[in-house]
């Protein structure tokens, strides 16, 4: 196994097949994270790994990656929940888009469940412990997809310090946060060579 250039590890394609013992670095350190039928927004995204019939995405991030996720997992047919601790899904995205991307989203039959956070990964589902109230349930999954924001993944800028003469940490590698962020730290270091 290594890891994939965003950051998160690549999956098995069949969600039986455990490949990892230890979570990678960028996951968040939820007990029974590494069981098999957990795995990314990324790694769903990009087709490595295969969802099963009820999926929970977990909501960490505030902004598209759950909501994107849920939309495409609905697609293919899925059930999906989407959990998230804060008030609601999706609560950094401007509100005309965040009631275009609700339609779409309860149109296919996606569940939006806020202030509710994933305390466990269990087999076939995930705890979950209500934000204000603790009281906790289990809801049942047989994939976990996390939309966490992640950690940068900066081995490339550590690999080559001290080997180039000029060097620039920018957009997720330094932070994960949005792509206006990488385009104007981009355009900043472009205008100064
Ligand atoms: C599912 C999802 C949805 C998102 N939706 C939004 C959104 O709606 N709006 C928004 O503003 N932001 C969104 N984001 C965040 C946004 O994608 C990132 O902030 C943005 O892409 C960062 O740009 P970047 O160029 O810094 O990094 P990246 O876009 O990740 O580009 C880095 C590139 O470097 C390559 N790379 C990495 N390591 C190496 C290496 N060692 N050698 C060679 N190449 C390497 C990678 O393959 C990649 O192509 C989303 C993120 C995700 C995961």
Redesign the pocket.
């Known amino acids: 196994m290594r890891p994939s250039?965003?950051g998160s590890w690549g999956r098995c394609a069949k969600a039986a097949s455990r490949c990892v013992s230890t979570p990678p670095p960028t996951w968040p350190p939820i007990p029974g994270v590494t069981l098999p039928h957990v795995t990314t927004?990324?790694d769903v995204?990009t087709g490595q790994i295969r969802p099963g019939p009820r999926c929970v995405v977990v909501d960490e991030d505030g902004?598209?990656?759950a909501p994107?996720?849920a939309d495409f997992l609905a697609g293919k047919g899925c059930r999906v929940t989407i959990i998230t601790r804060y008030f609601m899904v999706g609560e950094d995205i401007d509100e005309g888009l965040r009631s275009d991307l609700y339609a779409r989203l309860c149109t296919q039959g996606v569940v939006l469940q806020p202030m509710t956070v994933a305390i466990e990964m269990l087999p076939g589902g995930v705890r979950t412990k209500h934000t204000f109230s603790g009281v906790e349930t289990v809801l049942e999954a047989d994939t976990v997809v996390l939309a966490f924001g992640g950690k940068a993944?900066d081995?490339?800028f550590h690999g080559l310090s001290g080997k180039v003469p000029e060097l620039k940490l920018?957009?997720?590698?330094c932070s994960?946060?949005?792509?206006?962020?990488?385009l104007l730290e981009g355009t900043r270091v472009a205008r100064a060579i």
């Not at 920018?170 to 590698?173: E, M, V």
């Not at 994960?176 to 962020?181: C, G, L, S, T, V």
């Open positions: 250039p965003t927004a990324s995204l902004h598209f990656t994107t996720t993944n081995g490339l920018i957009g997720d590698a994960p946060r949005r792509i206006h962020d990488a």
